[in-house]
């Protein structure tokens, strides 16, 4: 009967759905089956002893979160990433923030119209190209830049004012700061675009009354760009705090041993990764990805709630 | 594909190296896996009679190969290339059996290739089991795939049928081969590999310089060296602090024998805090001091190409760096090697004692249909002949003794020959730990760094090292091993 129903009764709704579910279709099923399934799957195996060289295994319970628990080097790289989340994204969106002012907004006026510094689309494109570049390129190159005798760039720029070379990545009081640096001048060109595009989109009659009733450019700032610049902040921040619960890539390529020296720089993927494929470990790396996961998440929910503000419409 | 000496790179050579103790190595877990499974499979029992049985033993003959047996042999086309099996081994094993006819497949994915044909049943005679895709040996054991190469070891040289071809073997090259449980010789290991210091003997002979032969020694040395403004010992602390750790490895076997290197790999109690693993740390902390800093954050490549340009006189490596180096080696430089230095006159070992191992396997399937002439192409390969043809085409020395009579070879490997011969049976063993329990190894590279780069003392890395192997030896995850020679 119902099946009649909604056939006679609503043929509209019913080729609307269909191809709306079409779409919908194809992309459900990769995200399904590539992101999902192994995520359940990761589960799975960090209940297991699996070692990844045979289908052989044996649940184990929760033996590898305990041994996670107790593993030195686990809470290492669990204080590497909140120092990471403390610095990292407030360095990034504070400088993006004030590069993104001064293309935009703190310029002056010219037509009656705010405008950016001299050169600033120039600026804009320079700006980005970090983000152009592979993540492994980048680390490449601050190998250059960083190496830790006379002939790194760094290095060789500070001997010429008569400063002995500094162990940018060899110091292990130095190492995970400098990397730290890396990972800010990767990520804010992005959101200096980011930013821009939000303060584009801020009208300018708000600008403009602002200035006529004596506002200055540090006033204009606080009182009219950030507040109306929240959304996409908020978005940053989120952006910015899941990508320093990363930082593989940088620190395999930079770092001294692979996180070290004395594994002053190790993250949580990297330790995932040597469990897995240097120790055959599959079992314990994927207790450690589990463990990765929820501090992922509630970074993330804990930021949209915290920050949630009422929202200003045009 | 041209196989100069110059595509051997660092890794492919450790790869090799490597292949050795993982064919000893994590083959017990599959071990338990599969013989579960397999109930009672492994009888990879294989008299020399099993397979192309027919013709009568003899002296010229101890195999009792049929003379018409055709033979196929697959070899892995690498580094190495083929043309010492296409060109030298093969046509010699024709000569001892013209009616023989050998089919020779070169290819690099060994893995990809045999292992339907393994399952299957349709196997090689020889084969070189090397590479990046090579064949699982550990599972191939526990499998009854692989014969044991007992019969060949036993069998008359075919330089002096007086001797056993074992006895024609740099020593340690078959327990180098030693795969399954109980363990026994699975695989043969072709290649010489020696570890010491290198240098420019050249930028010696012009100083006056020579290798050190004590620590004293060493440090004086190293004074001297540094009044020259050059650095005089250095490693990469970046990517390559084993090389660093080989040497204490080393240092520890000479003060108190090879059997503290064994009970290292057994993970014996208190095994890290030996009193030769101690005065060996700490003898190489005092090197470190020479070191300037920067070394911890290069690599292998950068600290290579640094005492190309004679920037650094002593460097740790193994036999790999001079075809490694080759094409950055300038008009002038001549690498030589030298053994490590004594830590003090009442070392275990004499001075000249080096590190040496054997790499590049070679197996033969157990259910090949001509596994006498498997057998025999073995033995064609440990002639001094079959060797030195290798040498030629791969710049590369094999585990048969005295196989390099009368050939020229280059600095450094004439001056590995040289520390060969001087260390005669004072041979430091290998550690099968660096493949057997890999979170020990990754441990002690960073220990290594922080000793020679000062943040530790020499007691605090034996302490530190001890406190990882005992982690290691109570993870129930982790399967042991054991080795006793």
Redesign the interface.
């Known amino acids: 009967m119902r099946h009649g129903k909604l056939s006679s009764a609503s043929p509209m709704a019913l080729r609307r759905y269909g191809f709306i579910l079409a779409f919908l279709a194809a992309p459900l099923v990769l995200y399904v089956v590539f992101v999902i399934a192994p995520y359940v799957q990761a589960f799975q195996i960090a209940l297991t002893n699996w070692k990844g060289i045979s289908p052989d295994f044996d649940y184990v319970g929760f033996e590898n979160f305990g041994k996670m628990f107790a593993d030195d080097v686990f809470w290492q790289a669990v204080r590497h990433h909140g120092l990471l989340l403390l610095v990292m994204p407030l360095a990034t969106i504070a400088i993006a923030l004030f590069f993104s002012f001064l293309l935009n907004v703190g310029g002056g006026q010219a037509n009656g119209r705010r405008t950016g510094v001299r050169g600033s689309a120039f600026y804009k494109i320079v700006f980005f190209f970090p983000q152009v570049l592979a993540v492994a390129i980048v680390g490449v190159l601050f190998q250059a830049i960083l190496r830790p005798d006379k002939t790194g760039v760094v290095n060789s720029v500070l001997g010429a004012v008569g400063i002995d070379p500094v162990g940018w990545l060899i110091n292990p009081d130095l190492a995970l700061w400098t990397i730290m640096g890396v990972m800010v001048w990767q990520a804010v060109g992005f959101y200096v675009v980011l930013f821009s595009a939000g303060m584009s989109s801020i009208p300018p009659e708000v600008f403009e009354a602002a200035a006529l009733d004596g506002a200055g450019r540090f006033t204009l700032f606080f009182k009219i760009t950030l507040p109306l610049l929240w959304d996409t902040l908020q978005v940053g921040w989120v952006y910015l705090g899941i990508a320093a619960f990363d930082g593989f890539a940088l620190v395999q390529v930079l770092s001294v041993d692979r996180g070290g020296p004395d594994n002053a720089t190790t993250v949580l993927p990297l330790e995932i990764w040597r469990q897995a494929f240097t120790f055959s470990k599959y079992g314990y790396a994927s207790a450690m990805g589990v463990a990765l996961f929820f501090l992922t998440l509630t970074f993330a929910v804990l930021t949209l709630r915290v920050t949630r503000r009422e929202r200003i419409e045009f | 594909m041209t196989n100069t000496p110059r595509e051997i790179t660092r890794r492919q050579m450790m790869h090799r190296i490597g292949l050795t103790a993982l064919a000893a190595g994590?083959v017990a877990?599959?071990l338990s896996?599969c013989a579960t499974s397999g109930g009672g499979g492994s009888t990879a029992e294989p008299a020399a009679s099993a397979g192309g049985g027919g013709a009568a033993t003899s002296q010229a003959n101890p195999f009792g190969v049929k003379a018409d047996a055709p033979l196929e042999v697959v070899i892995f086309k690498g580094a190495y290339g083929d043309e010492y099996a296409t060109q030298s081994h093969e046509p010699l094993y024709v000569k001892e059996f013209p009616k023989a006819k050998i089919t020779h497949q070169g290819i690099q994915a060994i893995a990809q290739t045999l292992t339907p044909r393994f399952a299957s049943g349709d196997v090689p005679d020889v084969v070189n089991n090397s590479g990046t895709d090579n064949l699982d040996t550990g599972s191939l054991v526990a499998a009854g795939q692989l014969l044991d190469l007992t019969p060949l070891y036993e069998a008359p040289s075919i330089d002096d049928p007086s001797k056993k071809v074992k006895d024609t073997l740099v020593p340690g090259t078959i327990e180098s081969g030693l795969a399954g449980d109980p363990a026994k010789p699975y695989l043969l290991n072709y290649v010489y590999t020696a570890y010491g210091l290198w240098y420019d003997a050249k930028l010696f002979e012009k100083e006056g310089w020579t290798p050190p032969k004590t620590f004293d020694e060493f440090k004086t040395l190293a004074d001297k060296i540094k009044a020259k403004g050059i650095t005089p010992y250095a490693y990469a602390?970046?990517?390559a602090?084993y090389y660093q750790y080989w040497m204490i490895l080393i240092s520890a076997a000479k003060i108190g024998g090879n059997q503290v290197l064994i009970d290292i790999d057994n993970l014996v109690d208190g095994a890290w805090t030996h009193d030769a693993v101690k005065q060996a740390a700490a003898a190489w902390a005092e090197i470190g001091k020479y070191m300037?800093?920067?070394y911890?954050?290069?690599i292998h490549t950068e600290v290579q190409t640094q005492q190309n340009q004679g920037k650094v006189a002593l460097y740790p490596s193994g036999s790999w760096l001079e075809p490694e180096q080759a094409k950055d080696t300038p008009a002038g430089f001549e690498y030589a090697m030298s053994a490590t230095p004594s830590v003090s006159a009442s070392d275990t070992m004499p001075y000249e004692a080096i590190r040496a191992v054997a790499g590049e396997p070679y197996v033969l399937p157990a259910k090949g249909k001509n596994v006498n002439g498997g057998l025999e192409y073995m033995r064609v390969m440990l002639s001094k002949e079959a060797a030195k043809a290798f040498t030629e085409k791969t710049k590369s020395l094999t585990v048969v003794v005295g196989s390099t009579e009368g050939l020229t070879l280059s600095p450094g490997t004439e001056s590995v020959v040289a520390a060969q011969s001087a260390a005669g049976a004072n041979v430091v063993t290998w550690s099968s730990f660096e493949q057997w329990y890999?979170?020990l190894e990754?441990e002690l590279?960073?220990q290594t760094?922080?000793l020679m780069?000062g943040?530790i003392t020499a007691d605090q890395f034996c302490a530190n090292m001890q406190k990882a192997a005992d982690k290691t030896k109570a993870d129930s995850?982790v399967t042991k091993q054991k080795r006793t020679a």
Do not use: M, Q
């Open positions: 994590p877990g599959l896996a602390g970046k990517n602090s300037d800093k920067s911890e954050g290069l890999k979170e990754t590279r960073k760094n922080a780069f943040r995850s």
